[in-house]
Every structure is written in structure tokens, then in C-alpha cells.
């Protein structure tokens, strides 16, 4: 039955509903007409019955009263003569009179009658007059009246039916006819579209309904839209297309099957394989990937997401092979493709060469633990290597293995003197010198490791080795750089080493090893250079290195703490011309409250590059301290280390600070002492061009108890010279100082700079820098020194 | 002629009428009304006079007054209604009065509808005026003279009764109508019908109840006496109370006592009238 009804068209459809609802509504609306005529036509034919006994009992009345019997029968046979009366009786003491209707042809089929159902209908009328009975009037009615009525009625319902049913037949025709035309048209429209051709306007019936209309716009609307969603597909597949084509990365695309579909310029070029060629190939054909180290296959990663056996997103390194047979280090990132609710329907799988990365790395890897200039092993690398030899003494008590802090003497020298580029040149020639002179692996089998430590210090890393052996190395060592000679254009150097040796102990680190060793190697410059060391924790200067390294522990603590003071001490003018101003003196306070001289201090600072730390804070300090003290109107100098005026960035420092505290450039003085080690002297010079450009004054600290001190006045822009005390605290005393300080003052006034004489303990000395023309004195003749921050005179 | 009939009459009635032989008593009632009418009034008092007097009694009316005058004349009633029997003919038939209908008497009346032009009889010269039948006394002979002795020809209609003529009357069918002035009366009040006299007759008594010669004495008496009981008896009065109203009289009639020679003034009429008797 549903398969009959589906083949239906819609015509077929509405004509079978509506011809179906017209009969079952003739059938049972007959059916209850039907009923109802009888029922209603029953009633109408007994009321008839009665009427007309009574107009026949008051017809008949007169005749009776006047027993005018002829008469009456007349009456009797006229009454049944109109029709629609059967028979006719009066009956009056017993007598009858009786009239019957003939047989009439009722002039329409029998069935009719049958269906009907009526039949005749009687009644009886008395008739009494002022109390008196004439007689009985009996007559019966025929059903033919009533019946002839319905047919009458029932010929003018069939009329009206079949005439609505025309109407009704034309009306549904011409609603089919609009309907099913405009249905049809947007059927032959939806094919068009489903045929992918554009359905070309719809043009529907002017009469089309509302319901229609609405249609064929959304179908319009639907097919503009969707042909501006497939220009924009088509857009952006364009886009992606000539995205995927430009990318660097090889894109591969496959189906859910494992097999490629698309490859990108990129994955041809990298898996050596043509697009058309790899295409339904399976993706380990296309792009096998092995393990770099095991060098085997690896489970392909696409297959690990379609098969779900791995993340939606995964990322990892491996090896294409090509179809060149090549092997190329790749990166990989694989993404499921889901289409929907249908569920996985592909893998994109993306591979970065990672060649040039990888060698990279691996140069990065090497550069982090080599140095770039002699190719051996950097301090990290030294310093890991010592860590796994202490772990070694740990598990293997019986070894002993051995540690050189190797500083070169004199190469500053060449460096100053001939170059940065001569400088490394040595220090390259140096590192082969040593390289060469090491000796074989020992009885562990491991080879002693020679490293850069930083500048012209190397690391010796001896195994297996007593403290007298690797001494012998040590002097070895020595002997090789002080015999080699360099020479640089018609100039000669031949270099010495300073070298510190200590045996490596068990539980220890890396770090102490490297201090110990330093202090060794510091101990053998202090004691004429050229020579070894052995670390043996009695030695006073090897405290007092031990001093300083405890200093860069707690450094950090005492900033911590605020335990770094500021003091001041005024430099006056001798000869009474010009104002006095005052130097900055750091001073750290213990954990006793006391103020302790910052000698080891400033040189483990110094040594250990926290220098320009410390005098960044003291900068800050005092110009927070200006900025706060406005009726403090004096000149400062500030000493600074080499590192801090070798460092680009602390002009910047001091132009900003000034700024913020609003405090005159003029006001300022730095100091460099002569011994600090200037490692950049350009940058130096440009530190100073640039604070002499700002209004600050340079002055050279500690003139005279350098190498280099002719050789920075020469370089330096300063404009003061402070002589350095060691030639001042006996002037009064020793002549060969006043020879010294007159020559360093005349050189001042030759050059037009201001001279300083520190320690200035007593009034002799005093009077003698008057008589020589040094410009100002500074010591505790003259001022004892103060905490910046006076006490209140309240206080 | 006349002799003639009354011998037959008294010949043929012992043997020729049923209610001689014991049956039912024919009550002839003369048609001043309907016949429907006139039964729904009767049949009442019949059924009434029948149960007190022991007499059975039965309504008899023809079509029309002369018709039932003609019963009368041929002796097909035992008792009569009438005033029609006191020409010198039909007063030689032997019917005598045992009683007479109550009331002030009855006169005759030439009347027009109220909004008529006619104000005098001479003014219905050469017009139709209509009248119950050639037998009626008040409705005919009485107003038909005063026409005749006035000088004024008019054109006779016979309506049949006295309530048909006054129907032509009513629809213009007439210019003037001769009527009983009691039965008009009672006609104006029932249809609402507005009239005016324009001649009017002296005085006449009431119609009378009459009998047969053949009715046996003792029946005479027995109906006589009821007749003049009815109104004083609860159940005659209620009787005629109810076709009084039925018939929408102003009030209830009974009878009254009554002979012969109270109608005198009829045969003194006929004596005395213009109008041609015929055979009457």
C-alpha cells in the first residue's frame, strides 16, 4: 500500500482525497438525510393526517348538523379528488360512509418509495357541535406527498451536488493546475541545482500561492547562497592552495585509508617524490621515517592517528628517507582530518626540514661548551667535566685526579700593544702549545682535558695523577709557553704562565675546585709569576682570596640587608684657591655593627666582574641622596671600576639618573683607578668623551702604582690626576716620593690637570705638596671620613 | 291551495315522521345564523331541556329559514323556533306556541353601515338592500313594507339569514340591510361592526317555541315547563350563560311563558302588509 501510495503523483493524490471525501460525505450525509427525511417526513405526513381530519371534520360539519349526508359524501370525494388523501370515513351510529382514493402512479421509481420507508399516515377527527357527536372522520394519507416532496428535494440536493461538484472539479483543477505547475517548476528547478546547473530563475504561475512563492525565493536564496559559499570554497581553497604551495614546511594529505592525496611543492621537493606519482600511495611508501639513533622505521605517525593509537595533534623528530634514498632530519606534526559526524576522513601530516636546525643546534650544543676562539672546551664544559671526576673520586675512593688554574703572564701586553686580533691569534697558539704538551690518558683510560676558562686563563683536568705528577705536568706546561716566542710584525713576546694546581677531594663541587685552583694560580703571580702553586688552604694570601670569594657570596646578602653605606671624605684645595668637594667611599657594615675597610671587597668585586653592580648602587645612592639633601651643594667623586666604564650601557645609566634626581652633571667626578683593569680602552675613551661632554670630570685614581699609568693619561681624556698615596704617605720623609709626586705634578700642570695627593696624614706632608703645587690634598690630616648622611645638629 | 296543504299535512303526519313513532323529538330552529352557529347554541340547551324534561329532544335546521319553514310546514318537527308560522297559511299547520324567547321583543330594522351618505329611506331609491329571506318577519315583511307603504323601490338581495345579509352589508355589497334589531345587535358586538338605523318597526314579540299538534300533551308540558325553568335552574342558567357567551350576547336569554295569542300582532301584520304573501 505505501509503495502504491508513493508511486501516486500529488494530482493523483488530491483528486483521490477529494473524490474520496465527496462520496463518503454523499454516502453519509445520505445516509443521515435519509434518516432524518424519514423520521422528519413520518411527522410531516401524521400532522397532514390530522390537518387534514380536522379541515375535513369542519367541511363536513354543516353537512351533518343539517344531516345532509349527500353532501357530505361529496365533501368526502372532493377532499380525496385534491390528492394526497388515501381514503376517507365517516362513521356516525354505526353507519359508514366511505371514499377511497384510486390507484395513482406516483410517477417516480418504486425503489424510492422502498428506501424511504414511509407509509400511509391516519388520523381521526370527532365532530361535536355544542356538545353534541355528529360522527368520526377517519382518513388516511398517502406517503406519496411527503415522498414526492424528498424526491423533489433529493432531485434539486443531486442538482446542487453535482453542480458543486463541477464547480469543485473546476476549482481543484485550476488550484492543481497553479499548484502542481509552479511544484513542477521548482521540482525541475531543485533537479537543476542537484545536477549542479543553476535552476535559472523561477517563474511561477501569476496565481501561485504565497506557500509556493515563499518556495521558489528560498530556493533562489539557497542557490545564491550556496554558489557564493562555493565561490567562497572555491576562494579559499585558491588561497590555501597557493598558501600550501608557498609554504617552506612539506604538507601531506591522506585519506583515511593511510593513502596520500595531496602533496605540496614542499613535500614533493623534500620526499623526492611527484605529487601525481605518490597519489593512493601508501603514506610509509611516500615518507618512511626511521629513528635517528636506532635507525630503524619508526611507527609512522599518521598511521598512529588513524588508527588512534596516538593524540589527535602529534609532534616529533625523525628521518625521512627519500625516494632518492636520501635521509633528511625532519620535524613532524600530524592532524586528523574529520569530516563532521562521519568521523576521521584523513591526516594532514606536515614535515619541517630540520637539517640546518639540527646542525645548529648541534653547533649551538658545541659553542656552549667549547670556546669559539681556541676550539676547547669552554669553562661549563670544564667545570662539568670536573663535577664528573668528583663524582668519580666518590665512587672509585682509590683514584686521585689533579686541577691547573693556568694564567698567562704578560699577555695583556700583547694584547694592549699589538690587538684583540694578536691577542687571539696567541691565545689560539697557546692553547695548541699546551694541547700538545698534555700528557697520555692514565690508568682509567681518560685524557687529561684542556679548557678555556675565560680570557687568558685556561683549566687543566689531569686523571689519575698524584699531586708531584701533575706538578711535573704544571711546570711542563710552563716551560712550553716560556720557550715559545711570539712575534707580532718586528716585536717579540715571549710569555710566562701562573698556574694553580689543586688535587680534586670527594664531596666537593666544581666550583671550589675553580676558586681554589684561582687562588693558587693568584699566589704563584704574587710570587714572581711563572711558576705552580699547590692550593694549601694556609697560605695568607690564599685566605685573603678566600676572603674574596666569600665576598661574592655575600654581596647579595648585604644588599639584602642594607648593609652597604656610604661615607664621604673632602678634598681640599691646598693652596687655598678653589672649593673643596668629596670622594664616595663604600663601606659595609658587619654583622657586629661595625664599619669594615672595603678592600677585599672592591677586589673580589673587581675580580669577579660584580663591579659595576656595585657602582651602579653607589651612583643611585648618591644621587638619591642629592636629590633629597638640596642644601648639599658639593662635588662628588665616585670611583668606577674598568668594567663599569667599559660597559656601553652605564652612560646611558648616569644620563638617566642624573635626570630623575635633577642633579647637575658638573656636580659629578668620576675616578678610575690606574690599576683597574681596562679591558675595552675604546670604550672607555667613549665613556669619558661622553661624561666630559655631559660636564662631569674624569680623574685618574691611583696615578703612578701601574704599568699603564702614561699609557692611560696618554689615552684617557681626564682632567685630574690623584697621585697615588703609596708615593704621598711619606713625602715628609722620603725624598725619592717627592722627586715622584713633584714629577706626576709637573706632568699635571704641564697638561693642564688638576692634582690630587691622597693620605694626607700630617701637617709636613701637607706643607710639602704646597710647596711642590699639587692642587688639592685628601686624607685624614685633613678629613676624617663621614657617613654622607650627617647627623642632624639636633642629634 | 291552502286547505289543500294543511289536509295533507294532517294526513301524511301520524304515519309519515319518525319522532311520531316514538323517537327522538325534531327541535327545528329557524336560521338566523349559521348553521354551525346555530347548532353550537342549541345543542347545549336541547341536551339540557332533553335531560330535565325527559323529552329527547334533537336539533333539526335546514340550509336555509325557508327551508326550515318548509320542514315546519311539512311536519318533520315536533317543536319549532319560529316566528314565520303566524302568516294566515302556515298558522292554519296547528303549531302552538308553548313558549317564547325572553327579552323586550323584537323589532324591524332598516340600517346602513355607520359612515353611510344614506340618512333616509328615500335615499335608497333604486338601491340593492338586502334581506334574510322572503319567511323572515323582522327581516323581511316588517322592513320590506315600511319601503313599500315609505314609496321607496329598492332591489331586494336575499342573503339567506339574517347574518348573511348583514356580511353583504358590511362589504358594501348592499346600500341597506332589513334585520331583526336583536340579532343585528348581536352581530354589530361580535364582528365590531358599526351601523346606524334608519328605520326601525314597533315592537313584536320574541320568536316562539312552538308545537307540533301531533306532540302528545304531556311531552308539550314536560318541555314547556323546562324551557321556563332553564334560567332559574343553576345548571340551565350556567347553560345558557355559556352559549350566550359563546355566541357573544350581551346577556343570557331564557324563556318566558307564552301563547298563541300573544303573536297577534304577527297575524294583525299579515293582515294589514303591503308586501305580497304568495303562497305563504
Known amino acids: ?795 | 291551495m291552502p286547505f289543500l296543504f294543511a289536509l295533507a299535512a294532517l294526513l301524511l303526519a301520524p304515519s309519515s315522521h319518525a319522532w311520531q313513532a316514538g323517537g327522538p323529538y325534531p327541535f327545528g330552529v329557524l336560521n338566523h345564523r349559521s348553521p354551525t352557529l346555530t347548532a353550537e347554541y342549541w345543542n347545549p340547551i336541547l341536551a339540557w331541556v332533553s335531560a330535565r324534561s325527559g323529552v329527547p329532544l334533537t336539533l333539526k335546521i335546514a340550509r336555509t329559514a325557508n327551508e326550515t319553514t318548509d320542514m315546519a310546514a311539512r311536519g318533520e318537527l315536533a317543536f319549532v323556533y319560529t316566528n314565520h308560522l303566524f302568516t294566515p297559511q302556515r298558522d292554519r299547520l296547528g303549531y302552538s306556541v308553548i313558549a317564547r324567547q325572553e327579552g323586550e321583543g323584537i323589532r324591524g330594522q332598516i340600517v346602513v353601515p355607520a359612515a353611510s351618505a344614506v340618512t333616509r329611506l328615500e335615499d335608497l331609491a333604486g338601491q340593492a338592500v338586502a334581506f334574510a329571506n322572503r319567511y323572515g318577519f323582522t327581516g323581511y315583511f316588517v322592513p320590506y313594507d315600511a319601503l313599500l307603504r315609505a314609496g321607496v323601490e329598492v332591489k331586494p338581495v336575499f342573503a339567506g339569514t339574517q347574518e348573511a345579509a348583514m356580511g353583504l352589508l358590511r362589504h358594501g355589497k348592499v346600500a341597506a340591510a332589513g334585520v331583526n334589531h336583536q340579532v343585528m345587535a348581536d352581530y354589530a358586538r361580535r364582528e365590531g361592526f358599526a351601523y346606524r338605523v334608519l328605520w326601525q318597526s314597533q315592537p313584536y314579540d320574541d320568536l316562539a317555541v312552538m308545537a307540533h299538534p301531533a306532540v302528545p300533551p304531556q311531552t308539550r308540558a314536560a318541555v314547556r315547563e323546562a324551557l321556563l325553568g332553564m334560567k332559574t335552574d343553576p345548571e340551565g342558567s350556567k347553560v345558557l350563560d355559556e352559549v350566550a357567551a359563546r355566541l357573544k350576547l350581551p346577556a343570557p336569554r331564557g324563556f318566558a311563558a307564552a301563547g298563541d295569542r300573544d303573536y297577534d300582532a304577527y297575524r294583525s301584520f299579515f293582515r294589514a302588509t303591503r308586501v305580497p304573501l304568495e303562497s305563504q
Open chain 1, 1 to 795: 500500500m505505501k509503495r502504491l501510495v508513493a508511486r501516486l503523483s500529488l494530482r493523483t493524490r488530491l483528486v483521490a482525497a477529494l473524490v474520496g471525501v465527496l462520496l463518503a460525505a454523499l454516502v453519509f450525509g445520505g445516509i443521515y438525510s435519509l434518516d432524518a427525511a424519514r423520521k422528519v417526513g413520518g411527522q410531516a405526513l401524521q400532522q397532514m393526517a390530522e390537518r387534514e381530519a380536522q379541515v375535513l371534520a369542519l367541511t363536513l360539519t354543516e353537512a351533518l348538523i343539517l344531516g345532509d349526508y349527500t353532501t357530505a359524501r361529496e365533501l368526502m370525494q372532493h377532499s380525496v379528488q385534491r390528492g394526497g388523501i388515501l381514503w376517507v370515513r365517516l362513521k356516525e351510529n354505526g353507519q359508514t360512509i366511505a371514499v377511497e382514493a384510486p390507484a395513482a402512479n406516483p410517477g417516480r421509481p418504486a425503489w424510492f418509495a422502498a428506501l424511504v420507508g414511509l407509509g400511509p399516515a391516519a388520523a381521526r377527527q370527532s365532530v361535536t357541535v355544542g356538545g353534541r357527536h355528529y360522527g368520526t372522520v377517519e382518513l388516511a394519507v398517502m406517503p406519496h406527498v411527503v415522498e414526492d416532496r424528498l424526491w423533489l428535494l433529493l432531485g434539486r440536493i443531486a442538482g446542487i451536488a453535482l453542480l458543486a461538484g463541477l464547480l469543485l472539479a473546476v476549482l481543484m483543477y485550476w488550484i492543481m493546475r497553479v499548484n502542481l505547475q509552479g511544484l513542477a517548476r521548482l521540482a525541475k528547478a531543485g533537479k537543476a541545482m542537484e545536477e549542479g546547473r543553476p535552476p535559472s530563475g523561477i517563474r511561477l504561475p501569476p496565481a501561485a500561492p504565497p506557500e509556493l512563492t515563499a518556495a521558489a525565493h528560498a530556493l533562489d536564496a539557497a542557490h545564491a547562497r550556496i554558489r557564493a559559499q562555493i565561490e567562497q570554497i572555491l576562494t579559499e581553497k585558491e588561497r590555501w592552495q597557493v598558501t600550501l604551495e608557498a609554504i617552506a614546511d612539506a604538507v601531506i594529505v591522506t585519506d583515511a585509508d593511510g593513502c596520500v592525496r595531496f602533496m605540496n611543492p614542499a613535500a614533493e621537493r623534500l620526499t623526492d617524490w611527484d605529487a601525481a606519482q605518490a597519489r593512493d600511495r601508501p603514506i610509509e611508501v611516500v615518507a618512511p621515517l626511521i629513528d635517528e639513533a636506532q635507525r630503524q622505521p619508526v611507527p609512522h605517525p599518521v598511521l598512529l592517528v588513524l588508527h588512534g593509537d596516538a593524540p589527535e595533534k602529534t609532534m616529533s623528530q625523525a628521518l625521512l628517507r627519500t625516494a632518492g634514498g636520501a635521509e633528511v632530519a625532519v620535524a613532524d606534526s600530524v592532524a586528523p582530518i574529520h569530516a563532521g559526524d562521519d568521523g576521521l576522513c584523513g591526516v594532514v601530516l606536515v614535515l619541517h626540514d630540520e637539517t640546518e636546525r639540527r646542525a645548529l643546534l648541534a653547533e649551538l650544543r658545541r659553542l656552549a661548551f667549547h670556546d669559539p676562539l681556541t676550539g676547547l672546551p669552554n669553562r661549563r664544559a670544564l667545570e662539568g667535566r670536573i663535577e664528573r671526576a668528583l663524582r668519580q673520586l666518590g665512587d672509585e675512593p682509590g683514584r686521585r685526579h689533579a686541577f691547573c688554574y693556568i694564567d698567562l703572564d704578560q699577555f695583556k701586553l700583547v694584547n694592549d700593544t699589538c690587538g684583540h686580533a694578536a691577542g687571539d691569534e696567541l691565545l689560539v697558539t697557546i692553547g695548541q702549545l699546551m694541547l700538545a704538551r698534555l700528557p697520555s690518558p692514565g690508568v682509567g683510560g681518560e685524557s687529561p682535558v684542556l679548557g678555556r676558562l675565560g680570557g687568558d686563563e685556561f683549566g687543566l683536568l689531569l686523571f689519575d695523577t698524584d699531586s708531584e705528577t701533575a706538578l711535573r705536568h704544571a711546570t711542563a706546561i710552563i716551560d712550553a709557553i716560556r720557550g715559545h716566542t711570539y712575534r707580532h710584525g718586528q716585536r717579540a713576546f715571549n710569555l710566562g704562565a701562573s698556574i694553580g694546581l689543586v688535587l680534586l677531594s670527594a664531596g666537593e663541587d666544581a666550583s671550589h675546585i675553580l676558586a681554589r685552583a684561582d687562588a693558587a694560580c693568584y699566589l704563584a703571580k704574587r710570587r714572581g709569576r711563572n711558576r705552580v702553586e699547590r692550593w694549601q688552604p694556609e697560605h695568607v694570601a690564599i685566605q685573603a682570596q678566600s676572603e674574596e670569594m666569600e665576598w661574592v657570596g655575600r654581596m647579595e646578602r648585604y644588599f639584602a640587608e642594607g648593609r652597604f653605606e656610604l661615607w664621604r671624605q673632602r678634598i681640599v684645595p691646598v693652596n687655598g684657591s678653589g672649593e673643596a668637594y668629596y670622594e664616595v667611599l663604600l663601606r659595609p657594615r658587619n654583622e657586629q655593627g661595625e664599619v669594615t675597610p672595603p678592600l677585599s671587597l672592591l677586589t673580589a668585586a673587581e675580580r669577579y666582574g660584580l663591579a659595576p653592580t656595585l657602582d651602579r648602587w653607589v651612583l643611585r645612592r648618591l644621587l638619591a641622596h642629592l636629590r633629597d639633601h638640596p642644601e648639599d651643594t658639593a662635588r662628588y667623586a665616585v670611583n668606577l671600576s674598568g668594567q663599569t666604564i667599559s660597559d656601553p650601557l652605564f652612560v646611558e645609566v648616569v644620563r638617566s639618573v642624573l635626570d630623575a634626581c635633577a642633579v647637575p652633571a658638573g656636580r659629578m667626578l668620576f675616578e678610575l683607578t690606574e690599576t683597574a683593569v681596562v679591558h675595552d680602552i675604546e670604550a672607555a675613551q667613549r665613556f669619558i668623551a661622553a661624561m666630559r661632554k655631559l660636564g662631569c670630570g674624569f680623574c685618574l685614581d691611583d696615578f703612578g702604582s701601574g704599568l699603564s699609568s702614561f699609557a692611560y693619561l696618554k689615552g684617557l681624556d681626564a682632567s685630574t690626576l690623584k697621585i697615588d698615596g703609596a708615593f704621598v704617605r711619606k713625602l715628609d720623609t722620603e725624598p725619592l716620593d717627592y722627586v715622584i709626586v713633584n714629577a706626576i705634578a709637573q706632568i699635571g700642570r704641564d697638561m693642564g690637570l688638576i692634582t690630587v695627593a691622597e693620605f694626607v696624614e700630617n701637617a709636613a706632608i701637607l706643607e710639602k705638596l704646597r710647596e711642590i703645587g699639587v692642587d688639592y690634598a685628601q686624607g685624614y690630616h685633613l678629613h676624617q671620613p663621614e657617613p654622607l648622611v650627617a647627623p642632624k645638629p639636633t642629634d
